[in-house]
């Protein structure tokens, strides 16, 4: 197992590459289309281990990094308000059955002296949604991390999102969107600017 973490860096392409001489592996996944019933050894099938590896290594590409210090990159602005970005579009693989979730993060904060790049905000996203996850552990990993670099009066997080385990397989609701909330700070205590940061998400 060490050996295999030895082999991983942040490029999916380079690591898959490397991988694919990881023999253990590619048998694994052969296995499988045997199990569910077809021949790994057909044409379509032949690249396909080595093609799940790397979608493995591309949707968790997350753990590679640290996603707090995208945050670190700040600008000294005395702004006492609001700040959201919404509508951050993100995929996940859920971690019960590495299924893809997919939806949209807002993540608002109110600043105490120091603004950060709000590129950084969706980059931040990018790399916790890159991991093995519950939307609820994703959605208190924003807060956190806003809150622990930033240091603002208060944060909130609420993302929106599909789970393919729940559309596509077992229970198929197709239509059934989860929403979570996490807060810190005056989003925590005070309501009128929970309300105000949920009426800018509808804007
Ligand atoms: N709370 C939470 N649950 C999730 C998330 N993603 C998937 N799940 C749930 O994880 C649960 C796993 O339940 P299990 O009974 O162990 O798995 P299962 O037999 O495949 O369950 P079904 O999906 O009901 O067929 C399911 O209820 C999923 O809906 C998530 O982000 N948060
Ligand atoms: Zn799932």
Redesign the pocket.
Same mark, same amino acid.
């Given at each position: 197992m060490q050996k295999i973490r030895d082999l991983l860096n942040a490029d999916p392409e380079e690591t898959a590459h490397k991988m694919k001489q990881s023999e253990h592996f590619m048998d694994a996944v052969k296995e499988l289309i045997e199990v569910c019933g077809d021949e790994p050894d057909r044409q379509g099938l032949q690249e396909t281990p080595y093609r799940v590896l790397k979608k493995f290594l591309e949707y968790t590409v997350g753990y590679r990094q640290d996603p707090k210090a995208h945050l670190e990159k700040q600008f000294d602005v005395d702004h006492r308000d609001l700040i959201m970005v919404k509508d951050i579009d993100f995929n996940s693989l %859920?971690?019960?059955?590495f299924?893809p979730?997919f939806g949209v993060a807002h993540v608002g904060y109110i600043p105490n002296g120091k603004i950060t790049g709000l590129s950084k905000i969706a980059r931040m996203v990018d790399g916790y949604a890159r991991r093995f996850?519950?939307?609820?552990?994703?959605t208190n990993q924003i807060a956190v991390a806003m809150d622990e670099v930033l240091k603002p009066q208060g944060v909130m997080v609420v993302i929106e999102?599909k789970?393919m %385990?729940?559309c596509g397989?077992?229970?198929e609701k197709k239509d059934a969107v989860?929403v979570?909330t996490a807060s810190r700070g005056v989003f925590s205590e005070n309501p009128d600017k929970r309300r105000e940061f949920l009426s800018l998400i509808k804007a």
């Amino acid at each position: 197992m060490q050996k295999i973490r030895d082999l991983l860096n942040a490029d999916p392409e380079e690591t898959a590459h490397k991988m694919k001489q990881s023999e253990h592996f590619m048998d694994a996944v052969k296995e499988l289309i045997e199990v569910c019933g077809d021949e790994p050894d057909r044409q379509g099938l032949q690249e396909t281990p080595y093609r799940v590896l790397k979608k493995f290594l591309e949707y968790t590409v997350g753990y590679r990094q640290d996603p707090k210090a995208h945050l670190e990159k700040q600008f000294d602005v005395d702004h006492r308000d609001l700040i959201m970005v919404k509508d951050i579009d993100f995929n996940s693989l %859920c971690e019960h059955h590495f299924a893809p979730i997919f939806g949209v993060a807002h993540v608002g904060y109110i600043p105490n002296g120091k603004i950060t790049g709000l590129s950084k905000i969706a980059r931040m996203v990018d790399g916790y949604a890159r991991r093995f996850q519950v939307q609820e552990r994703l959605t208190n990993q924003i807060a956190v991390a806003m809150d622990e670099v930033l240091k603002p009066q208060g944060v909130m997080v609420v993302i929106e999102a599909k789970h393919m %385990c729940m559309c596509g397989r077992g229970v198929e609701k197709k239509d059934a969107v989860t929403v979570t909330t996490a807060s810190r700070g005056v989003f925590s205590e005070n309501p009128d600017k929970r309300r105000e940061f949920l009426s800018l998400i509808k804007a």
